[in-house]
């Protein structure tokens, strides 16, 4: 339904097929639907599910470590409708709010940036897109990253690829809880 209802809303606002605000527009709805059905997905019930999604939302507030305080003092003052606290992000772990927030900015960086595996492996056939008769888009086809991540076979490509499969082998004996477990 939202592939759908995005290919309509492209095609009244004269987007097409490409460019770079639908690339990146498509790119953030994709991310958004995928996080929100992460939620329902993994919750116990659909009361719990709207719960979290509540607060993500930050319906209930915004909680910040109390270094953001002074830099976000102007938000405070000339926004009161914003619900911001600083007494902290992750109480309930050993985490600093500022290394939480590192860490979230520092993965949605990789996200963005780095290229997926069907870019990776662009230059190989046969790839899913060939077999559909269509053109491979590259999002970033061009970008530096893209261009210096693309697979390329070689000794050093086959060892490390060899040490990970034998990291992965050897940790199929550890015990570890099915993700699934509730379904």
Known sequence: MINHSWRE???????????????????????????????????????????????MAGVNGVALPPSFEAKLAFVVTHIPQISLSFNGLVSASNISGSSAITSIALGLVLVWIFPNVRQMMRNYKPTWEDMAGRA??????????????????????AWVMSAIFIACVLSLTKVSEFLYFQF
């Open 9 to 55: 809303l492209k095609a009244r606002l004269g987007w097409g097929e490409g460019g770079h605000l639908s690339k990146l527009g498509a790119g953030t709805l994709t991310f958004l639907a995928v996080v929100v059905a992460w939620v329902f997905f993994r919750a116990d019930s659909f009361s719990t599910a709207q719960a979290i999604l509540t607060g």
């Open 136 to 157: 491979t888009p590259a999002l970033l086809s061009e970008g530096l990253i893209i261009n210096l991540l693309t697979w390329k076979p070689s000794r050093t490509n």
